[in-house]
Structures are given as structure tokens and as C-alpha cells.
């Protein structure tokens, strides 16, 4: 599975802005997929994580109520809503994909497969 990502950019603190997350591959429903970010001179960390179906989410606690992750499988992407974006997160952001097959995806960034390129975020004050 090979994942592209884009959308990142500059954008002031209380903007929005949607990543996108494009993969390659006929079995993308297959695959949980999450979206992680490292800040700068910060370790990776977990930001969303959707199922294959799309039918469950769940979010970090920082970013719970502003960001929403989604999916369209007939198109192989995964999206990233960021809304009332602030300083703080400032980073590059990652998808990375998750074989269901071996098991859920999670919240750990040491369970996804495969990983995308990264985009960046910056978010000024």
C-alpha cells in the first residue's frame, strides 16, 4: 500500500483546513487508517484512527471536537478535518494504514503497516 498525503499549509490559529490522504490498492477497506503527527523536536502521536467501514472514529483528547477523520473507500482516501486550529498544533502530519487482518487499528503508533509521506501544518498565533 503506498499513501500520499497533502493539504497541509499555513493558516492562522481558529482556521481550518483538510488533509487528504490518497492510497493505492484495490483492498482500502481492508485497512484501518489513522492519521499521526510529530511536532517539531516532539515524538510522533497519535491524532485519529477510523475503521475500514468508516463506521467507527475515535480521536486523540487534544483534538476531540475540532478534528474529524472520514473516509472514502470508492475513491481509496482518508481525510482529516481540522477546525479552530490552533498554535499548538503545528506539525507534520502522517496517514498511515493498518492491515485489519491482523487485528484492529488503534491509538498505538507502533501498530500501523504502512505510512505516507507527510504533510505540514503550521498554524500561526
Known amino acids: 500500500v503506498q499513501l500520499q498525503a497533502s493539504g497541509g499549509g499555513l493558516v492562522q490559529a481558529g482556521g481550518s483546513l483538510r488533509l487528504s490522504c490518497a492510497a493505492s490498492?484495490?483492498?482500502?477497506?481492508?485497512?484501518?487508517m489513522g492519521w499521526l503527527r510529530q511536532a517539531p523536536g516532539k515524538e510522533r502521536e497519535f491524532v485519529a484512527v477510523i475503521s475500514g467501514s468508516g463506521g467507527s472514529t475515535y480521536y486523540a483528547d487534544s483534538v476531540k471536537g475540532r478534528f474529524t477523520i472520514s473516509r472514502d473507500n470508492a475513491k481509496n482516501t482518508v481525510y482529516l478535518q481540522m477546525n479552530s486550529l490552533k498554535p499548538e498544533d503545528t506539525a507534520v502530519y502522517y496517514c498511515?494504514?493498518?492491515?485489519?487482518?491482523?487485528?484492529?487499528?488503534?491509538?498505538?503508533?507502533?501498530?500501523?503497516?504502512?505510512w505516507g509521506q507527510g504533510t505540514l501544518v503550521t498554524v500561526s498565533s
Open positions: 490498492g484495490r483492498t482500502f477497506s481492508r485497512y484501518g
Open positions: 498511515a494504514a493498518k492491515f485489519l487482518g491482523t487485528g484492529p487499528a488503534s491509538a498505538s503508533i507502533y501498530d500501523y503497516d504502512y
